[in-house]
């Protein structure tokens, strides 16, 4: 665990060069890791439920790492209210919580029963989202973008 400390509020986007530690033990990376990384941030603002949560309505979604043995990808459109139409390949659960910018879900790669819990949060300022998954003994991305 960790703090990071913004003061006062910053009111635009923010980055800051991040180190992670994790020691070794536990049943995720059992023998620990060192990894640099830039954080990337900014402020959030509700906006009303007439609206969407992100500035598109075709939307890309995808799971790379966390033992996956490559990457999955499915379309979605953006409503308002932080809504979303799945349009596949693949059976994609997906929640917005348009009051904290949070989102969760699941998503059952096409042609398996294996269910993948999600979640994440939104970065308004560059129209994208971005989260994590637990694979069997490694953490995976989850990335929300525009559709290409």
């Known amino acids: 665990m ?10 635009t986007n923010f980055t800051s060069d991040v180190t992670w530690v ?3 033990g ?15 941030g900014s402020s959030y603002v509700v906006r009303p439920p ?3 949560i992100l500035n598109f ?7 790379t790492g ?3 043995s490559e990457p999955v990808s499915s379309d979605f459109t953006l409503l308002p209210g932080g809504k ?3 349009d596949g390949p693949h059976k ?5 919580i348009p009051a904290t910018g949070l989102f969760n879900g699941t998503i059952t790669p096409e042609n398996t029963t294996t269910v993948i819990k999600f979640t994440g949060a939104v970065q308004q300022s560059s129209a994208n989202g971005s989260g994590y998954f637990l694979g069997t003994d490694k953490t995976g991305r989850v990335t929300i973008e525009p559709a290409p």
Request: proline fraction near 8%; charge should be neutral; hydrophobic fraction near 40%.
């Open 2 to 11: 960790s703090w990071l400390n913004l003061a006062p509020h910053p009111t």
């Open 22 to 24: 994790k020691p070794a």
């Open 26 to 40: 536990g049943v995720l990376y059992p023998g620990g890791f060192t990894h640099d990384a830039t954080l990337l």
């Open 50 to 52: 007439s609206e969407r």
């Open 57 to 63: 309505t075709d939307g890309l979604f995808t799971l």
């Open 66 to 68: 966390g033992n996956l």
């Open 84 to 86: 979303i139409t799945s």
């Open 92 to 96: 994609l659960t997906l929640k917005f």
